[in-house]
């Protein structure tokens, strides 16, 4: 009886795998091929464009880029853009911002593209 109990769990576990991580200051955040809802647009990283971010455990001359390609939608228009972290974007009639990305860069241990969460802001209005 208690094989069927553990069942269930590790469906709804596999389930809650492929939904959007929250994130603790309750900004739009998602994984690859998971949308976020950033105000009235919806934001779906679909690649990893370049990650050459500093690694937390090493010294370096320049801080490095983390670009994401995402496909964003809004009402009846979509569109594919390439969002660098920290960089404002035009998108509609305001700015869509990659304002984080985990996890943290580290030397010597490269992160697999399922770690990846990316937390977006919008500013402006449809």
Not at 5 to 13: D, G, K, M, N, R
Not at 33 to 51: F, I
Not at 52 to 67: D, E, K, Q
Request: aromatic residues 8%; glycine residues 8%.
């Amino acid at each position: 009886m208690k094989t069927f109990a553990i069942l269930p769990a590790f469906a709804l576990a596999a389930c809650a795998a492929t939904l959007p991580t929250p994130n603790p200051t309750g900004t739009p955040t998602a994984g690859f091929q998971q949308t976020a809802t950033v105000g009235s647009l919806q934001v779906t990283p679909v690649a990893l464009v370049e990650d050459s971010r500093c690694p937390i455990n090493a010294r370096c001359v320049w801080a490095g880029h983390l670009t994401v390609r995402a496909e964003i939608r809004g009402g009846r228009w979509k569109q594919v853009k390439d969002l660098t972290l920290s960089a404002p974007q035009p998108v509609a009639d305001g700015q869509i911002t990659l304002v984080d990305a985990l996890p943290q860069k580290v030397a010597g241990k490269p992160a697999s593209l399922a770690d990846y969460r990316f937390t977006f802001s919008f500013s402006g209005g449809l």
